[in-house]
């Protein structure tokens, strides 16, 4: 049993937040749970513009990161992942008309391959400062594999996957890739301190709700923009809420069973509290004096996500981790 979590530390003024948003495909009817049609992304950044959010790219986030840039104001980051040619075919031209930066996280063992990328079409992007990073070479459910391999035997797996697509990437571009983005998002912490060791400066999740310094390099969750929620109003309600911190990590997972308790640091007043798990959806809980506890849930899936959403009145507040039970189906 392997448990997911970023480990907080204490906070004593309010943060400027991160929204890192996640593409992947764009025009393409074939697959529409993740597809964004390019007229939504031009309104996204007609909506970033115009509420005058500050647009990253991952240097500038690499620096936040590590407490060499303070924000100004919220500001956000553009991500796509796997490398689909629609990339190149649809999305590309609109990030380049509003000279908006923007970072592919590239599934390297799929390049050249019909519906990805070429190795020209990613020199071109290279040449207008498009930035590349590892998404893996063969898109692996890497703790999956805990279920036929032990741990060392998956993370030596994981490791020779990262550097055989840091290294083909090099051959081809002549760059080397900074960051990663775990695919499917699912990881343990194992893992992270495999990419730590090989130097990597950020990594990726898929779990959703902004982002701010505290909760570390290698956890940064991600807002996905596609199908539905790629309109307007999702945009604008993910852009108003706030990041959750807690104290410490804010659950245990024992023979299959969830328990929360964790200490909220911010917000620090707390009018409304909700807890959500994934495969049950809204769990009881009870808060008391930033204290939030739950009854013992039964987890039966291989993966989960726990949200915790506080409201201090004026804005929610929420922060997601992800869980992960090798048991599980």
Request: glycine fraction near 4%; hydrophobic fraction near 40%; aromatic fraction near 14%.
């Amino acid at each position: 049993m392997f448990v997911i979590a970023a480990l907080t530390v204490l906070a004593t003024c309010a943060y400027s937040k991160v929204v890192v948003f996640l593409y992947h495909r764009f025009d393409d009817t074939r697959y529409p749970s993740t597809n964004t049609w390019t007229y939504e992304l031009e309104n996204h950044i007609k909506i970033i513009k115009d509420m005058g959010l500050e647009i990253w790219n991952m240097k500038d986030l690499e620096e936040y990161v590590y407490g060499e840039k303070h924000p100004k104001s919220d500001a956000v980051v553009f991500t796509v992942d796997d490398g689909y040619r629609s990339v190149y075919d649809y999305a590309y031209k609109i990030f380049k008309k509003h000279e908006v930066p923007f970072t592919v996280f590239i599934q390297v063992g799929a390049i050249g391959y019909p519906d990805y990328l070429t190795w020209e079409m990613i020199k071109e992007m290279l040449k207008d400062g498009v930035e590349f990073a590892n998404h893996s070479y063969t898109h692996t459910d890497f703790p999956a594999l805990l279920t036929k391999m032990t741990l060392k035997e998956m993370l030596d797996y994981f490791k020779q996957d990262f550097e055989k697509a840091q290294q083909v990437f090099l051959n081809n571009t002549g760059k080397e890739m900074r960051y990663y983005a775990y695919p499917y998002g699912y990881y343990i912490p194992e893992m992270i301190d495999v990419l730590r060791n090989e130097g990597v400066k950020l990594a990726f999740s898929q779990n959703p709700g902004p982002y701010i310094s505290s909760y570390g390099a290698f956890e940064i969750p991600r807002e996905p923009l596609l199908e539905d929620w790629a309109s307007e109003s999702h945009l604008r309600y993910i852009l108003n809420r706030e990041a959750l911190l807690t104290e410490e990590i804010p659950f245990k997972i024992e023979n299959n069973t969830l328990t929360v308790k964790g200490t909220i640091i911010i917000p620090k007043q707390i009018r409304d509290i909700s807890v959500y798990v994934s495969e049950k959806g809204i769990v009881d809980s009870l808060i008391i004096q930033n204290i939030v506890t739950t009854d013992p849930v039964e987890l039966r899936k291989r993966y989960n996500r726990l949200m915790i959403s506080a409201r201090d009145g004026k804005k929610e507040y929420v922060k997601y981790w992800l869980l992960f039970n090798v048991k599980g189906d």
